[in-house]
């Protein structure tokens, strides 16, 4: 007794001294950092937390008033019953572990949760396996001291129960109380409560022997009815914590977790940008708004349970604002319903179908090959596939021909092999160069894909598709998105033609012209002024629809993570219904966008009935009243672009392999009529001297630069390309 009495003394003189480097309560809450990243939406709102600390385990801080009073109860009860009255170091319960360590009899230990508190606070003061010195616990009662001079007991109490550990990686009460019972700090009843400080004594214990403390704690209060069944109860809270814990993987959302998971697949993208640029925020704001993206969430869940029967189980939407490029909702996949939930579809790259062809036919337009009015052949055609080693067939979706078609109505009802002639004659190699300026990541060149690069035989991004789409929103001009809200913005450029990009807007905002195809009434038609486009990808894989208002670019995507086929599911009905362009401008309007300079809008009519008379829209200096239809020569009263190279573009550069017999490498030259038909009654010069006829002609080609001519029946010429062929020559024949 006599030497537990001299320790407390020395420990009297010692709580005297000031306090050394003595953090504040507020500079221990502002430093907290809880283990996951917070993503939030534009407006302040949770939208998904990614574990990004996997030294330990922690939640948010949580305040005094936000912990049940039943666990500030059973902590005190249980850690130290008079901390309420002591300055720090609890006398009496030194003088009884003085007394208990002479008699080696077994009592309450001696250190209140301020001295606790103090050794969480001070890394030299942790306590080690072999348990404290006897210097560590005089100056963890020097601390405790100067703590209670400094802070009010709340804010001991609350410090203690965030910055405590309890099992395993849990640390705070916060982590625990989620991980153990799947609800916040608030909802602790008695005995949960008593189990979560029975932990602080023996976290590692096993699920009877918390039981057993846990129960003493119940009986302290006076509840020892709470302890029936508390064995059973123990071990299920402890395996849950356990599997909670194996669970966390990196770069993934904590489980459980009770934080809203509105956008899983965005923030985990966001927190691995963040890591990649430097230290990471504790918080990370999006530019997405949370209410929009429950609406894109249940529209997609909505209609894909509605396809039950047809094999479809993933799908993706991206929502984005046509003047700030921000990214409003982004649906990464369907959840639940897909067999690969954690794979963001809205980022992968799928065959893009029939999607392309907008950017096609304006690059073809903006170059004045097309008109509007322009009539393309929608009949079979055989192309080339290169070299003379094949032919590439396209057909229609339906496996039907219209003949001869406008522009507008090709584009609109979405025929393939006008797309295909068209391609002629933008070549796939500047239609290539077009698509990647647009931010499309096509991975190999527009050689690689050829003319089916028209029907979208390319595999692009959803969230990289509808931002390309966006720029027809934007008079052809260009930018990347905005994930972030602190994102600097970025310059747009110009990269399609304005007045191009106002015709092709015009011609996929009428009903009237896609009739051919998905008829008047349609998901694709909206009550206010909207452009849309569909596609679908090879065996029905994959299923599109992009489009835009005055204020919106949506893109949606569904199909199958496996590359499954789905089945008798169409743009229309697969990804249009999803289309969220009604739900966005339910109170806001959405008008035709304003007629750029540059741009006439005329009367036109069809010889034969055709086509209706309607009022057409031409680029200035492009446009007709009338479209003679006689004869399959009648396209050529089209004002458009005259007979040209269709290929190979200018600037090819051909390699001649050496192991090649010579005469088995061909360069075709391939030239077309303002229709998009093979070109008659011309013939072609090579380095100024003639090389033949028509519209077809191969050529044998040799090393250096060469000019290649186009003249018409006069002899004029009418289109001029340079082209390079580079290479050894071919090797003699061995013997």
């Given at each position: ?21 003595l953090?504040?309560f507020d ?13 939030l ?7 998904s ?22 666990l ?7 850690e ?14 030194v ?11 077994r009592t ?6 301020t ?5 969480l ?8 396996d072999?348990?404290?010195s006897?210097?560590q ?13 400094n ?10 129960l ?7 990686e849990l ?14 700090p608030s909802g ?6 008593a ?10 214990a096993?699920?009877?022997q918390?039981?057993?403390r ?10 020892p009815?709470?302890?029936d069944?508390l064995?059973?109860f123990?071990?299920?809270a402890?395996l849950?914590?356990?599997g ?6 990196v770069?993934?959302?904590s489980?459980p ?8 697949h965005l923030a985990?993208?966001?927190?691995s940008?963040a890591r ?5 925020p504790?918080t ?14 249940a ?6 349970r ?5 094999n ?7 929502v984005?604002?046509n003047?700030?490029g921000?990214?409003l909702?982004?649906?990464?996949s369907?959840?639940?319903l ?6 963001d ?5 799928r065959?893009a179908g ?6 096609l ?21 055989n192309?080339?596939t ?26 609109a ?9 068209t391609?002629?004659m933008?070549t ?5 160069q077009?698509?990647t ?14 003319y ?16 390309a ?6 008079g052809?001009?260009?930018a990347p ?5 602190d994102?600097?913005?970025v310059?747009a ?5 304005p ?23 349609s ?6 002024w ?6 679908t990808s090879?065996d ?7 489009g835009?208002s ?9 199909g ?6 789905m089945?008798?599911v ?13 739900a ?13 300079a ?11 009935d ?10 200035a ?21 005259g ?7 200018d600037?090819t ?6 192991d ?20 008659q009654?011309?013939s ?18 040799w090393?250096?630069r060469?000019?290649?001519?186009l003249?018409?029946?006069?002899g ?9 062929v ?10």
């Open positions: 007794m006599n030497a537990g009495l001299r320790a407390a003394a020395v420990v009297a003189c010692l709580a005297s001294a000031p306090a050394h480097a953090p504040s500079s221990v809450r502002a430093g907290w950092r809880s283990a996951d990243v917070v993503v939406d534009r407006h302040g709102e949770t939208l937390r990614v574990r990004d600390d996997f030294r330990a385990r922690r939640g948010d801080w949580v305040t005094l008033a936000e912990i049940s009073p039943a500030r109860t059973a902590i005190v009860l249980s130290d019953r008079r901390f309420y009255a002591h300055s720090g170091v609890d006398w009496q319960g003088a009884a572990a003085a007394w208990a360590n002479l008699w080696n009899t309450r230990g001696a250190s209140t949760l001295m606790q508190l103090a050794g606070l001070d890394e030299d003061l942790r306590r080690a072999s348990g404290r006897v210097s616990k005089m100056a963890q009662a020097v601390r405790a001291t100067a703590l209670e001079r802070w009010s007991k709340d804010q001991i109490l609350e410090a203690y965030n910055l405590v550990p309890f099992r395993g640390v705070g009460l916060s982590a625990l109380s989620q991980a153990l019972f799947g609800k916040y602790l009843d008695a005995r949960e409560a189990l979560a400080v029975a932990l602080v004594r023996a976290p590692n096993r699920a009877p918390v039981a057993l846990a129960c003493a704690v119940l009986r302290e209060q006076r509840l009815k709470a302890c069944g064995d059973g123990a071990q299920l402890l849950r914590s356990s909670a814990g194996n669970a966390s993987t770069g993934h959302a489980a977790s009770l934080a809203p998971n509105l956008a899983p985990r993208l966001l927190v940008q990649a640029a430097g230290p990471m504790a990370i704001t999006a530019t997405l708004d949370a209410g929009l993206q429950r609406v894109a969430t529209s997609l869940d909505r209609h894909l509605e396809l039950a029967g047809r479809v189980e993933d799908g993706a939407v991206v984005i604002d003047a700030s921000d990214v909702a982004y649906v990464g369907s959840g639940a897909s067999a690969a939930a954690q794979v579809h809205a980022a992968a790259a065959q029939s999607t392309l062809k907008p950017f036919y304006e690059q073809a337009l903006e170059a004045r090959r097309l008109t509007t009015a322009s009539l393309l052949d929608d009949r079979p055609v192309l080339p290169g070299g003379g080693g094949g032919l590439y067939v396209p057909q229609n979706y339906d496996r039907q021909y219209a003949g001869w078609v406008s522009m507008r109505a090709a584009l009802s979405s025929l393939n092999v006008p797309a295909v002639r391609l002629v933008v796939p190699f500047r239609f290539h077009r698509l300026a647009l931010g499309l990541p096509l991975t190999q060149a527009g050689d690689y894909y050829g089916s690069l028209a029907l979208g035989s390319a595999d692009v991004p959803l969230v990289s598709l509808t931002n789409y966006r720029a027809f929103a934007n052809g001009r260009y998105v905005r994930l972030r809200a994102a600097p913005p310059t450029r110009v990269v399609m033609s007045a191009a990009s106002y015709l092709v807007a015009d011609v996929l905002s009428d009903r009237h012209a896609r009739a051919r195809t998905f008829g008047l009434d998901p694709l038609t909206t009550r206010f909207s452009a849309v486009k569909t596609g090879k029905m894989r994959d299923n599109w629809c992009v835009w005055q204020r919106y670019t949506v893109g949606v995507w569904v199958n993570a496996s590359g499954a086929s089945h008798e169409s743009g229309v009905s697969g990804a249009a219904p999803v289309w969220l362009m009604e966005l401008h339910r109170s806001v309007p959405s008008v035709a966008p304003a007629m750029p540059g741009v006439e809008r005329v009367p036109l009519r069809f010889s034969g055709l086509e209706p008379a309607r009022d057409e829209v031409f680029l200096g492009t446009a007709m009243r009338v479209v003679n239809v006689a004869s399959a020569d009648g396209a050529r009263a089209t004002p458009a672009r007979t040209g190279i269709a290929s190979p573009a600037g550069v051909f390699a001649l392999d050496p090649i017999p010579p005469t088995a490498q061909r360069v075709w030259f391939h030239a077309e009529g303002v229709a998009g038909q093979t070109a009654r011309v072609w010069r090579i380095d100024g001297k003639p090389l033949g006829r028509g519209g077809q002609l191969s050529w044998l080609p090393p250096g060469h000019e290649v001519e003249l018409d029946a006069a004029k010429v009418v289109d001029r390309i340079g082209i390079e580079r290479g050894a020559v071919a090797k003699a024949p061995r013997r």
